[in-house]
């Protein structure tokens, strides 16, 4: 069983950066995909980006150039650098784990507020 807990959002003026990281209670080495999602009010959620065990990345276009996705088996952590901030990235951002480089998500941690002011 793994327990992920996301830290580092908050309140930040648009063209402002942050950033989120996921920490996991047990080691990701064994873990597949890594993920970030986002929901904002009223939407559905939205896969930001992931990061297979592989080291393959995808972003969402909307995000591509100012997100960066990035994992540390060692220290257990999944981290979200985000640059350039808008205010249509205010959101709840998720983490989430799959035993498999699959984006069928077992693992979601409990989400943390990004909020981008204009």
């Known amino acids: 069983q793994v327990q992920l807990v996301e830290s580092g959002g908050g309140l930040v003026q648009a063209g402002g950066s942050l950033r989120l990281s996921c920490a996991a209670s047990?080691?990701?080495?064994?873990?597949?995909?890594l993920g970030w999602y986002r929901q904002a009010p009223g939407k559905q959620r939205e896969l930001v980006a992931f990061i297979f065990s592989t080291n393959i990345i995808k972003y969402a276009d909307s995000v591509k150039g100012r997100f960066t996705i990035s994992r540390d088996n060692a220290k257990n952590t999944l981290d979200l650098q985000m640059n350039s901030l808008k205010p249509e990235d205010t959101a709840v951002y998720y983490c989430?784990?799959?035993?498999?480089?699959?984006?069928?998500?077992?693992?979601w941690g409990q989400g943390t507020q990004v909020t981008v002011s204009s």
């Open positions: 047990g080691s990701i080495v064994g873990l597949g995909a």
């Open positions: 989430a784990a799959s035993p498999r480089d699959t984006l069928s998500w077992t693992y």
